[in-house]
């Protein structure tokens, strides 16, 4: 079967392509129509037709948003989960939170189990005894404690940061795998507080 596409067609796959992976969804038939210009949606079907005739996507029947790209022909929605990446959280100093929504990943639901879990992307070097690098994606489950001993997302006065986490009586301790970067020790007694928002259950990385 051929697959040598038109530039007008190239470029709505490569389109299709991108929402699926920014948005978590294919776009919608009128979405597209939007994205190009046209006035109605069969110009739109005539391309998606002809791109379906080469073998690069599928349609699922009575869905709004059925498109399927041969690039996620591999993911089936019923078997996936689409994580939302938040923003960039410090693997060193603590940073600013940032909680706008960059995009979604697609992932097996099989690999991370948990409701309402989330991402975020490492940004630093102070976790990478723990396998954490400058540039991976942590997966989040969401929650307020923590046992001694587990990476956790931890908001100091409205900055955010990824440590060990260790509690010693009124005394908390985020502590880096990477001998470079000094403990944090927060003491509630001191008026000084710290709060959980969840624990690194898994990364995602690209080789």
């Known amino acids: 079967m051929a697959t040598v596409l038109t530039q007008k067609q190239r470029a709505i796959l490569d389109f299709i392509n991108l929402h699926i992976q920014t948005e978590g969804r294919p776009p919608t038939l009128k979405e597209i129509a939007k994205r190009f210009g046209y ?11 002809l791109i379906h005739k080469k073998g690069l996507l599928k349609k699922e029947p009575n869905k709004a948003r059925g498109l399927k790209t041969s690039e996620f022909f591999g993911i089936s929605s019923l078997n996936s989960v689409n994580i939302p990446l938040i ?10 939170a940032l909680e706008n929504l960059e995009k979604y990943i697609s992932v097996d639901r099989e690999l991370f189990k948990g409701n309402d879990i989330f991402a975020l992307r490492i940004k630093g070097d102070s976790m990478k005894g723990a396998g954490i690098n400058d540039g991976d994606i942590a997966i989040i489950h969401p929650q307020n404690d923590a046992e001694n001993g587990e990476i956790v997302v931890a908001i100091i006065e409205e900055e955010a940061t990824l440590k060990y986490f260790y509690k010693e009586g009124d005394r908390v301790i985020l502590k880096a795998s990477n001998p470079l970067y000094a403990d944090i020790n927060i003491d509630s007694t001191s008026g ?3 709060k959980i928002i969840g624990k690194v259950i898994g990364l995602i990385r690209k080789l």
């Open 192 to 194: 000084s507080d710290v």
């Open 39 to 49: 006035a109605s949606d069969n110009s739109v079907r005539t391309h998606l037709r």
């Open 87 to 96: 923003g960039t959280i410090a693997a060193g100093k603590p940073i600013t």
